[in-house]
């Protein structure tokens, strides 16, 4: 059986990941694509504790090399029960942020070594990367008052603006580096020509 691809969607707060992830999910759908749709921190039991655990805003203080790991140790249980089982089967899988997500906030938004989340990409993931992922882009007051209109914050949306400045200067750095892959849609523009954009980038991809 042909290996599926593996999707992944990326961007800061507020930049329509959750509305979009929809979209193409539907697009690959009317493809005659199966699709398996899931996110990080998450997709499994195991690793959604994990993610209730980074995530709350009443758990004791996080370190910052914990943070990393606890990323990381949710991956590694998504790979296996959710991701790589997918992808053996044909499966298409989409994904809610990946590792580029840590890279970007835990990389640029707290500082780590970009060479350590490197070194655990490689022990967690072995050869297994994104064939294609979606950056979506705002600017960063677009995107937090976008977050706002959703309810009460988490303990990473509650961050001061130069850690999203830093999350999101990353993300752009890793698209400029790795442009066959990441493709950057720009995300403040109104939904319809956000979607437009990406369903060209889709176009490209399903007919590869």
Aim: proline fraction near 3%.
């Amino acid at each position: 059986m042909k290996r599926g691809k593996f999707i992944t969607l990326e961007g800061g707060e507020g930049v329509g990941k959750t509305t979009n992830l929809t979209f193409i999910k539907d697009y690959l759908q009317q493809h005659a694509i199966a699709v398996t749709v899931t996110r990080e921190p998450g997709g499994t039991a195991l690793a959604e504790k994990i993610r209730q655990l980074v995530l709350d805003t009443d758990s004791e203080s996080i370190a910052e090399t914990t943070e990393l790991l606890l990323m990381f140790a949710a991956r590694a249980q998504h790979i296996q029960h959710v991701i790589e089982p997918a992808l053996a089967q044909g499966n298409w899988v989409l994904c809610d942020r990946f590792t580029d997500a840590t890279y970007a906030y835990q990389g640029g938004g707290r500082k780590l070594s970009i060479a350590t989340i490197a070194l655990l990409e490689q022990l967690v993931q072995g050869d297994l990367r994104p064939d294609l992922t979606l950056l979506l882009d705002a600017p960063i007051d677009i995107g937090m008052e976008r977050a706002q209109k959703r309810g009460a914050f988490d303990r990473f949306e509650a961050e001061k603006i130069s850690f999203f400045t830093r999350v999101r200067d990353m993300y752009l750095t890793r698209a400029a580096e790795q442009p066959a892959r990441i493709k950057v849609i720009q995300a403040n523009q109104p939904l319809v020509d956000v979607q437009k954009d990406i369903m060209e980038v889709m176009k490209q991809f399903t007919a590869c």
